[in-house]
């Protein structure tokens, strides 16, 4: 079975200071993995997507992320913390020949104080 | 403006009372899908569609039909809704089938549906 988890309910982080937020990974064959960032009252919206070619991903927003297949890792990072970076992030995989199945990770709140 | 619209966002029914939550998308996307959000849960994904009338399982479907008779519309029917299909409802939808591609879910904003 595929899954996925974030094992930060919640990071926090000073504002102008770099933040990472974990993801880890369980599939059988290549995943292909993404970011989503959910603003209160709001659905999903993408941030990046690692499918296949180089490790590090960017993304919108100033994120990046880097697939690490030995770890079964896709932590999410961004260099400067904003405070309007404050929002809840979910980690997703699609793999084990269905594509058209998505699993999300359990999501981790990102707090960015001023 | 290219969107995904679902209604109602909120929505208090009562067990058994069957109920349907529509989505509509105005973007000419082939695939759509439709998942539950929970506290610790994450998002979990229902059923999808990858164009009209070709639907199949997600990872929670029962309790739940969809239909696709159009490609703008998806909707979400629950026959006999329990308490425990309360939850935060989306609808997503994406230029082509199979992640493979370069056309990331496009998302609604959310129907809570409550069933007590």
């Known amino acids: 079975a595929q899954s996925v988890a974030q094992p930060e309910d919640q990071v926090n982080v000073a504002e102008g200071n770099p933040l990472t937020v974990k993801c880890t990974y369980s599939v059988s064959g290549n995943p292909y993995l993404f970011w989503y960032v959910q603003y209160p009252n709001r659905g999903l919206q993408f941030l990046l997507k690692y499918i296949t070619g180089d490790n590090l991903v960017k993304g919108s927003y100033g994120f990046e992320a880097e697939f690490n297949k030995s770890q079964t890792s896709f932590h999410l990072k961004k260099p400067s913390a904003l405070v309007s970076d404050s929002a809840l992030y979910f980690c997703a995989v699609s793999a084990g020949g269905n594509f058209n199945k998505f699993y999300f990770g359990s999501g981790t709140k990102l707090n960015v104080k001023p | 403006e290219a969107q995904v619209t679902q209604n109602p966002r909120y929505l208090i029914t009562v067990t058994g009372k069957k109920l349907t939550v529509t989505c509509s998308q105005n973007?000419?996307?082939?695939?759509m899908s439709w998942y539950r959000q929970d506290p610790g849960l994450g998002l979990r994904q229902i059923y999808y569609?990858?164009?009209?009338?070709?639907?199949d399982k997600g990872d929670v479907p029962e309790g739940y039909k969809v239909s696709r008779k159009e490609k703008r519309n998806f909707p979400l029917i629950l026959e006999s809704p329990s308490p425990n299909q309360t939850s935060l409802y989306f609808c997503?939808?994406?230029?082509?089938?199979?992640?493979?591609?370069?056309?990331?879910?496009?998302f609604g904003n959310g129907t809570r549906l409550t069933v007590t």
């Open positions: 997503a939808s994406s230029l082509y089938a199979g992640a493979s591609y370069n056309s990331p879910l496009h």
């Open positions: 973007m000419n996307h082939e695939y």
């Open positions: 569609s990858m164009n009209v009338e070709v639907t």
